[in-house]
């Protein structure tokens, strides 16, 4: 896996259940921008789903979490999403380490396609994604973890690029 960018002692590495702890609290801090819905973007049963179906990666600093993705192989197309990233250690490259760490994680494993979506209230998301590759591909049904706030709309944007 690539190691985590300007980090000496850093690495990137699969999770296990064990590692649970560290994710949630590093998942609903990065995803706390997300104040159009009502709690935290996850919890240990959302993650543990998850990890039955996929796995995370988790970038570490000092022996602490500090980013990690969702990787899914599906068939010959990877999904990645829940890139997270810790709120002060962002706009470093970390998020780009992690989303190649993802890609990388697909490929070693056939996959020749890689998706995600991001959420239509996050406009500031796919510009970054088009840098690293991505096309708007379509969209798709929003399935909240949480109910949204004052009756907000969304919907998914989904982005692909061939690996």
Same mark, same amino acid.
Do not use: W
């Given at each position: %896996?690539?190691?985590? *960018? ?6 990137? @590495? ?12 590093? &998942? ?17 049963? @959302? %993650?543990?789903?998850? %990890? ?24 010959? @197309? ?6 997270? &990233?810790?709120?002060? #250690? ?27 979506? &991001? ?12 840098? #690293? ?12 973890? @949480? ?10 944007? *989904? %982005?692909?690029? *061939?690996?």
């Amino acid at each position: %896996m690539p190691q985590c *960018v300007r980090f000496d002692r850093s690495s990137i @590495r699969v999770t296990t259940p064990a590692d649970m702890a560290a994710l949630i609290p590093l &998942v609903n801090a990065a995803f706390a921008v997300e104040t159009f819905i009502d709690g935290a973007r996850t919890d240990e049963e @959302r %993650m543990a789903a998850l %990890m039955e179906k996929g796995v995370f990666l988790v970038c570490e600093r000092d022996g602490r979490a500090a980013a990690c993705v969702y990787a899914e192989l599906r068939g010959e @197309r990877g999904y990645f999403g829940m890139l997270a &990233v810790d709120p002060g #250690l962002q706009e470093l490259g970390l998020g780009r380490s992690m989303a190649a760490a993802a890609e990388q994680y697909c490929r070693e494993r056939g996959c020749k396609h890689m998706d995600l979506t &991001v959420l239509s209230l996050r406009p500031e998301l796919p510009p970054l994604y088009r840098k #690293l590759g991505y096309a708007e591909t379509g969209t798709e049904q929003f399935h909240p973890p @949480r109910p949204l706030k004052n009756g907000a709309e969304c919907h998914c944007i *989904v %982005m692909s690029k *061939v690996l």
